[in-house]
């Protein structure tokens, strides 16, 4: 069983599309998170949730929406999709502020 | 602020030969995680560190915690190709922030 799922693993859309990525984990976590990775590899936190809470919330454009509609989902819609959106976009979940955290196996978003 | 610098962060070695990647944080963290990410792959944690002085070893690959000097050290000894990967590290402390070091990308040539 996926622990932590993303779901679509490829995205490939055109400029000012909408667009949204949807995370689901099955670990009983309270927290989750969206990360963004660039072509650098630098792993850059985005949001994240605490039972259905959110707790973080970086300086990202408010073009990027997170939706948690349980402890268990933490969507991420994102509005008028531009090309320096393209990257890679991990969902990661962990029980408490002392464990390890499981991430997703990553979408790849494209903007063309 | 937590701030997490790994060096170096492109590595580019020959099987055979060992090295270490570092890892410095600037803030108080008795905990720490090392995670590998394959190219194209998902992150999957490899050790973590729970008290100062922590050391832990799986096959070539040997991670220690410093939580004085907060240093942590991943140590490769004759590196084989499968190691390629890129390594994190992850200092725990307190809050939920999860912040990452920048990642050693580790090439090993033939």
């Known amino acids: 069983d996926t622990a932590v799922s993303q779901t679509p693993k490829y995205l490939v859309t055109q400029m000012g599309n909408d667009k949204s990525i949807k995370c689901e984990q099955n670990?009983?976590?309270?927290?989750m998170y969206w990360y963004k990775q660039d072509s650098k590899k630098f792993l850059k936190i985005m949001f994240s949730?605490?039972?259905?809470?959110?707790?973080i919330n970086e300086t990202v454009p408010n073009r990027f929406s997170p939706k948690s509609p349980d402890k268990a989902h933490l969507n991420l819609h994102i509005n008028s999709l531009e090309l320096g959106d393209s990257a890679v976009y991990f969902c990661?979940?962990?029980?408490?502020?002392?464990?390890?955290?499981?991430f997703g196996q990553g979408t790849r978003l494209t903007v063309v | 602020e937590l701030k997490v610098e790994q060096n170096p962060l492109f590595l580019s070695m020959q099987e055979g030969k060992n090295y270490t990647i570092y890892c410095n944080y600037s803030?108080?963290?008795?905990?720490l995680y090392w995670y590998r990410q394959d190219p194209g792959k998902s992150l999957e944690s490899l050790f973590v560190?729970?008290?100062?002085?922590a050391v832990k070893q799986e096959g070539r690959l040997m991670a220690s915690l410093d939580t004085k000097a907060r240093l942590s050290t991943l140590h490769i000894t004759a590196a084989v190709h499968d190691l390629s990967a890129t390594y994190f590290c992850?200092?725990?402390?307190?809050?939920?922030?999860?912040?990452f070091g920048e990642g050693t990308q580790l090439t090993v040539n033939p």
């Open positions: 803030t108080t963290s008795d905990r």
């Open positions: 670990l009983g976590h309270d927290t």
């Open positions: 992850f200092p725990q402390t307190s809050g939920s922030r999860l912040t």
């Open positions: 990661a979940s962990r029980e408490g502020g002392n464990t390890e955290a499981f």
């Open positions: 560190l729970l008290s100062n002085g």
């Open positions: 949730y605490n039972n259905k809470e959110l707790i």
